[in-house]
């Protein structure tokens, strides 16, 4: 006998896992519900044809593939020698979903005709990539997006800020926001002489975290800039935001870039923020399909990269053949903020509590029917309430709330059914009450 | 350009659809908990070594299979024809979740030093089967199981009726709940000499209510039970649960069976259920794990088969070399909950509606900005709002609201912000009233 595992990269999520899990969830859920956005939900498996050619190419080798049902190589060769990417494809209709962005591009084509715009949606769901595992990275995990499509108001932009700013108040996470501009890289990019290399200038700037000032030099001289282009490059690294409008002030996207940042700013003027949020100028962001705004959240009190991202894009759907629908979104790292949460220790004891409130211990089955009233009557109070199936030793059944961790046992035998009063024992103190039902009731509840 | 499409059987949630899934899902997350179930998950994709072969042949034949990544043709010889599912097992070692029972089975070995027994846990995950599909069948759709493992006392079945009552009073979908027991099946095969025969029997009568009673004899006799046997069992299933005493006097497995049925009964009698529940002779279901106690849930309005099920088994997770696991568990079938709520128009108002409570419709830009800290202030209180981005005319706002069914528009322009007076318009009676924000606030959440 094989003794069981599960495939490398994925987990299992144990119920006090899950429980912190879902109040990062949960809070993330309740505040972009609080901000108008609703809830769509796409499927785990989506057309090859959907996904295929949409992250490059290492992206596509990273696509989880499924095997067509039935006789899958009824129509294939394979009597030669073939490339195994092209018998994937042959072999293969569907894939696992890469990311939530594709599948709402494609949600948005298919239900356009049902659709307000502008059209506020939220999605968490899990992602699949066949990504090497290591730690912090799996093969399985969750994305929460959040997208406003059909307006190019910087109120959207403002009013992710604000979003930002709330979720991680409530999760009591200390973190700065950054907020860049592509205009104002492409104007740094016309401004050094290189507007064709925007996308080198931007894939370098974005490694600044990991590589250091050095690091991106390097990169740039390895893709090519000029010296000059590359040393003012260096000098544009170490500007503040209020420093921008002289160094760009050739280029009309630069200024534009500047423009636009201080509007997303002024309409924060009267909401300020519990969080710093600052203007950088060396946010780069690595997507290539942002075109205004972009963001990025690290926590201040730990090194762990960033855990949330964003930004202003043009052109969602004209891959699909529907063009010019923009929109901005962010995102939240959700396996990052679990792991910087429990690092800090954050998470309310409350929520780390698997188990019910109380658990009945009772000496007989005559005991047990008593019981089985009692119980429904808390729950129907909102008290989670445990029954122990088997009339053991008492003693048996505290270990058992011991070991679940359950705060309240009521202990009943044959004088708790006479007098009607429970014997309540505090787990914690192990102090014993004497109590009815209702009074038990409104000590929990208060 | 391709329209594009996804793949078939599977189905995209719109925000109005979801938010009637999640009313489901959250009354029956909220009651498992408050009977003390805890939530696990696992992964989308197990190991195909701990699937292939639990679900019969024609399971394994409907398992979404995952390629291997990389070159997955490496180590295979294709040269020569091959029967394609034992191509299958070389390029594939993955599959997709094809039910919760199996990966439940494989937590517990694989955690069962983590886990302390009796274990109540509870599982809401989508599952994927390639079959065809049609109207109600999906090739992925959620699951909702719970189970107690490692206790034998019937306080568990009596507990786990209580959770179905529960869930479906908070529905408001009236239910019969019928219950039997898999000895009294074996009873009755006892009974009538054919021992050996109990699956053949459990399978015949489990189709009784798609196939009347004509059908089952007609099933019994292709199965070459004797006539004199099918007579009896004809008559068996005209009987009365009161009436089967006599029926299986000679029979321990039977006597037994009656025995813990109304034992369950009997734990019931001091709470009794808002719905019917039945002691049902003639349930069987399908499965062949079931040991005990048998279950199942019907609408008493709609013919539409049964929205729930579940039973006792003795071995849970024997297949993975760890006997002696038992347990007794009940699933939800959320997907026809759903189609029956919709049909009856079960789903309240309130949950039905997707968008903001409140809409901020702004004449200008410094509206907008007045607007901002206006719409934290609800937001804080728990209030969903949306500002409209663009201060575009305000009948257009005011057609949005309509079209999204927001139902308090704020109108802000330069009066509003000179009294710091609120003009709240509501979009059902068109009637508008100057408010102060907290005026306002007090109304929506009292």
């Given at each position: 006998m094989v003794k069981p595992s599960i495939p490398k990269g994925t987990r299992d999520f144990t119920p006090e896992t899950l429980l912190k899990r879902n109040y990062i969830f949960d809070i993330i859920r309740q505040t972009f519900e609080r901000f108008g956005f609703v809830p769509i939900e796409t499927p785990a498996m989506e057309n090859l044809s959907t996904l295929m050619g949409k992250y490059g190419e290492e992206g596509d080798q990273l696509l989880f593939k499924i095997l067509n049902s039935g006789d899958f190589l009824k129509q294939v060769d394979l009597s030669q020698d073939q490339d195994y990417r092209k018998v994937a494809s042959q072999i293969c209709e569907k894939g696992l979903r890469y990311d939530l962005t594709i599948p709402f591009a494609r949600y948005v084509v298919m239900h356009r005709h049902e659709i307000t715009l502008p059209f506020k949606r939220y999605q968490i769901q899990p992602v699949w990539r066949a990504d090497r595992p290591q730690k912090g990275r799996y093969r399985e995990f969750y994305q929460c997006d959040a997208d406003v499509i059909g307006s190019d108001s910087l109120l959207c932009e403002a009013e992710l800020m604000l979003l930002y700013d709330e979720v991680f108040t409530r999760l009591q996470l200390p973190v700065r926001i950054k907020i860049n501009n592509r205009k104002i890289l492409q104007g740094l990019a016309?401004?050094?002489?290189?507007?064709?290399?925007?996308?080198?200038?931007?894939?370098?700037?974005?490694?600044?975290d990991k590589v250091g000032t050095e690091g991106v030099r390097q990169e740039l001289q390895e893709r090519f800039l000029p010296q000059e282009a590359i040393d003012r490059i260096m000098q544009y690294l170490q500007l503040s935001f209020a420093e921008l409008p002289a160094f760009l002030a050739n280029s009309a996207a630069g200024i534009q870039g500047i423009a636009e940042v201080t509007q997303v700013m002024d309409f924060l003027a009267s909401t300020p923020l519990k969080n710093e949020l600052v203007?950088?100028?060396?946010?780069?962001?690595?997507?290539?399909?942002?075109?205004?705004?972009?963001?990025?959240?690290?926590?201040?009190?730990?090194?762990?990269?960033?855990?949330?991202?964003?930004?202003?894009?043009?052109?969602?759907?004209?891959?699909?053949?529907?063009?010019?629908?923009?929109?901005?979104?962010?995102?939240?790292?959700?396996?990052?903020?679990?792991?910087?949460?429990?690092?800090?220790?954050?998470?309310?004891?409350?929520?780390?509590?698997?188990?019910?409130?109380?658990?009945?211990?009772?000496?007989?089955?005559?005991?047990?029917?008593?019981?089985?009233?009692?119980?429904?009557?808390?729950?129907?109070?909102?008290?989670?309430?445990?029954?122990?199936?088997?009339?053991?030793?008492?003693?048996?059944?505290?270990?058992?709330?011991?070991?679940?961790?359950?705060?309240?046992?009521?202990?009943?035998?044959?004088?708790?059914?006479?007098?009607?009063?429970?014997?309540?024992?505090?787990?914690?103190?192990?102090?014993?009450?004497?109590?009815?039902?209702?009074?038990?009731?409104?000590?929990?509840?208060?």
């Amino acid at each position: 006998m094989v003794k069981p595992s599960i495939p490398k990269g994925t987990r299992d999520f144990t119920p006090e896992t899950l429980l912190k899990r879902n109040y990062i969830f949960d809070i993330i859920r309740q505040t972009f519900e609080r901000f108008g956005f609703v809830p769509i939900e796409t499927p785990a498996m989506e057309n090859l044809s959907t996904l295929m050619g949409k992250y490059g190419e290492e992206g596509d080798q990273l696509l989880f593939k499924i095997l067509n049902s039935g006789d899958f190589l009824k129509q294939v060769d394979l009597s030669q020698d073939q490339d195994y990417r092209k018998v994937a494809s042959q072999i293969c209709e569907k894939g696992l979903r890469y990311d939530l962005t594709i599948p709402f591009a494609r949600y948005v084509v298919m239900h356009r005709h049902e659709i307000t715009l502008p059209f506020k949606r939220y999605q968490i769901q899990p992602v699949w990539r066949a990504d090497r595992p290591q730690k912090g990275r799996y093969r399985e995990f969750y994305q929460c997006d959040a997208d406003v499509i059909g307006s190019d108001s910087l109120l959207c932009e403002a009013e992710l800020m604000l979003l930002y700013d709330e979720v991680f108040t409530r999760l009591q996470l200390p973190v700065r926001i950054k907020i860049n501009n592509r205009k104002i890289l492409q104007g740094l990019a016309e401004t050094v002489g290189c507007s064709s290399m925007l996308s080198d200038i931007t894939t370098a700037i974005d490694k600044l975290d990991k590589v250091g000032t050095e690091g991106v030099r390097q990169e740039l001289q390895e893709r090519f800039l000029p010296q000059e282009a590359i040393d003012r490059i260096m000098q544009y690294l170490q500007l503040s935001f209020a420093e921008l409008p002289a160094f760009l002030a050739n280029s009309a996207a630069g200024i534009q870039g500047i423009a636009e940042v201080t509007q997303v700013m002024d309409f924060l003027a009267s909401t300020p923020l519990k969080n710093e949020l600052v203007a950088d100028p060396a946010l780069a962001r690595g997507l290539n399909y942002y075109t205004g705004c972009i963001f990025e959240v690290q926590a201040t009190q730990l090194q762990i990269g960033s855990i949330g991202g964003g930004g202003r894009y043009d052109n969602l759907t004209g891959t699909f053949g529907m063009p010019g629908i923009s929109g901005v979104g962010i995102s939240f790292g959700a396996e990052r903020i679990y792991d910087v949460m429990e690092q800090m220790g954050l998470f309310p004891e409350k929520i780390t509590k698997t188990s019910a409130v109380v658990l009945f211990a009772c000496f007989d089955v005559a005991a047990q029917r008593f019981a089985m009233p009692l119980a429904q009557q808390l729950r129907h109070a909102g008290i989670s309430v445990e029954v122990y199936p088997e009339p053991v030793k008492i003693k048996k059944q505290l270990e058992y709330a011991d070991r679940r961790a359950i705060p309240h046992v009521v202990i009943l035998g044959s004088e708790e059914m006479a007098s009607g009063l429970l014997t309540v024992k505090n787990m914690q103190t192990g102090q014993q009450q004497q109590l009815t039902v209702e009074a038990l009731i409104s000590q929990l509840t208060e």
